[in-house]
């Protein structure tokens, strides 16, 4: 089997980076009005920002670390995702990066958060500290006490009980209630992974990654990512490399997830590697630079590598970051302290009461326009491409008038030509309008993002008007007629579904413990870009034949 270009299927049924380049959400935003967006309490203007499948929280790591470029703000960010180790992933990644100075220093904290976010592979020191995180994050998870007293800038009150008991467990595995690499063996599922998605390429790997660098992510404006890094990550799933390459040997289990798999008629659960093995981690921070002499080139080739470029930026956003986690000097105004003895007022650390993070339900963003609370309450809305597909009517009711629409666009996935980008590029438009935005007149060109804004005179026609009781029914999360989930369909040929399919693909959820995340049936889930833009109405997705598995390799509950 061959994988043809243009399927998708290297993106991944699950996220765990961004496909695009870090954004200051304040920059994005429309311009401050004090009479309408301050806060009541203490007179500061407040910025409501909706983001859907961001993943890794790098847009809010960039926007609080460059908050010294704009007047006083509060922050209230909104983040909604498919899976939730996704929401598990961003807790821990605040965790580290608002770690205690005295506990973990700058550079140290810089190439944890490198190895944890973007390595299949970790060092036993990193390791252990994402066991210990785990372990905390595990028992804050059911004490909402404790988790605001503690990690004051977190709030899972939106969140469902069954999906607070899941995070938990996630946080569980994290930190070891199934012990050995044998629970996780991260470097089998890779290679095992690799093999389905290459085929009969699979020998020439070097030849096909060195193709899709240079004609793919280096003609997109990635010409940073050197061969040798973005090579390794290929055969390894290792992208960063700080250290002697024997000194990564521990699975990184913030990668794992769990997907339903079909048994003779049955569904099982089954946990693996299902993100992504054709880009790569190295665009999010590691493709643009403040400092232009990190972007200069020498005879025609870079002088530094993506990951050079990325550990650059990430200790530059950790530096800025700092005053974030210090805890509040005094109590009244979170911005402002009393000055020195001529009782003149300066500005104050800032702290984790000016920011809150609130993590919404899965599959909510066709019920969120039910509430007052979110109805009209956005200035700005983030749509990833692999959420694309949820843009609506009813999605777009969140957004005030005037409020600004930011859509991620597939311009760095390497599975997809030059024909399908254009017209995944044609589509967000066609759902930017139907759900009542208007292109950003003054928007720079961009094929990384597409703009949008909201007029303060529209009013989109959203379909059901009446809230109903209880969980969303089915037709709530069915995308738009014409345009299904943005994310892969087939991780196994119709001849090897026929064989036995290799056990390296999946392991088990053996234990009491439950999955790590609310497993979704085929229909549910998200399928190939390549699907994606058939628009004729009333497409339909196919089953995808990855789901059997032999009977004498049921992976147990």
Request: aromatic content about 8%; proline content about 9%; glycine content about 8%.
């Amino acid at each position: 089997m061959t994988t043809p270009a243009g399927s998708g299927v290297g993106f991944g049924s699950v996220s765990w980076w961004g496909l695009s380049p870090a954004l200051d959400l304040q920059a994005e935003s429309p311009p401050v009005d004090p009479d309408l967006q301050a806060d009541t309490e203490h007179g500061t203007p407040q910025l409501d920002v909706l983001l859907l499948g961001s993943v890794d929280g790098r847009h809010l790591l960039r926007t609080l670390a460059s908050v010294e470029l704009w007047s006083p703000r509060r922050f209230r960010f909104y983040v909604l995702e498919n899976n939730l180790e996704a929401v598990a992933r961003h807790m821990l990644i605040f965790s580290l990066a608002l770690e205690d100075p005295e506990k973990m220093g700058l550079q140290e904290r810089s190439e944890a958060f490198l190895e944890v976010w973007g390595n299949t592979l970790l060092r036993p020191p990193v390791a252990a500290f994402v066991r210990a995180q785990a372990d905390r994050l595990a028992h804050l998870v059911p004490e909402p006490d404790s988790l605001a007293e503690q990690l004051p800038w977190i709030n899972l009150g939106a969140l469902k009980f069954r999906e607070r008991d899941v995070l938990e467990a996630v946080f569980r595995f994290w930190a070891g209630g199934e012990k050995g690499p044998e629970a996780f063996p991260m470097s089998r599922l890779w290679d095992s992974r690799l093999r389905h998605y290459l085929g009969s390429r699979y020998d020439a790997r070097r030849g096909v990654s060195d193709w899709d660098l240079h004609m793919k992510l280096h003609d997109r404006g990635a010409r940073v990512i050197h061969i040798r890094e973005f090579r390794r990550w290929r055969d390894t799933g290792v992208a960063f490399e700080l250290r002697d390459s024997s000194a990564y040997h521990v699975p990184n289990r913030t990668l794992a997830s769990g997907r339903l798999l079909s048994h003779c008629g049955e569904r099982v659960a089954a946990r693996g590697y299902w993100g992504d093995i054709a880009t790569g981690p190295f665009v999010a921070f590691g493709v643009e630079a403040d400092d232009e002499n990190l972007l200069r080139t020498s005879n025609g080739q870079p002088i530094k590598t993506a990951g050079e470029i990325t550990l650059h930026n990430v200790t530059k956003l950790f530096r800025a970051l700092t005053a974030w986690g210090r805890p509040r000097a005094s109590q009244g105004n979170p911005l402002e302290v009393p000055g020195e003895e001529d009782g003149t007022r300066e500005p104050a650390a800032r702290g984790p009461a000016s920011f809150t993070i609130y993590f919404l339900p899965l599959h909510s963003s066709q019920t969120l326009h039910h509430k007052t609370c979110y109805k009209g309450q956005f200035q700005l809305l983030y749509v990833a491409c692999g959420m694309a597909h949820l843009l609506s009517p009813e999605l777009g009711a969140c957004v005030a008038p005037g409020g600004h629409l930011i859509v991620e666009l597939a311009r760095y996935l390497v599975d997809l030509r030059q024909e399908q980008l254009q017209a995944f590029t044609a589509r967000v438009r066609e759902l930017a309008q139907a759900a009542g935005f208007a292109p950003q007149p003054r928007a720079r060109p961009s094929e990384t993002f597409a703009r949008f804004y909201k007029s303060r005179d529209s009013a989109p026609v959203c379909t059901d008007s009446v809230a109903e009781p209880g969980p969303p029914t089915p037709e709530v999360l069915v995308p738009p007629p014409g345009f299904v989930g943005l994310l892969p369909e087939v991780l196994v040929s119709p001849q090897e579904a026929r064989n036995p399919l290799s056990e390296d693909l999946t392991q088990p959820l053996q234990g009491r413990t439950p999955p790590p995340v609310p497993l979704q049936l085929p229909s549910e889930c998200q399928v190939s870009f390549s699907d994606a833009l058939a628009l004729p109405t009333g497409s339909q997705t196919s089953k995808p034949e990855s789901d059997w598995i032999p009977r004498n390799q049921v992976p147990h509950l």
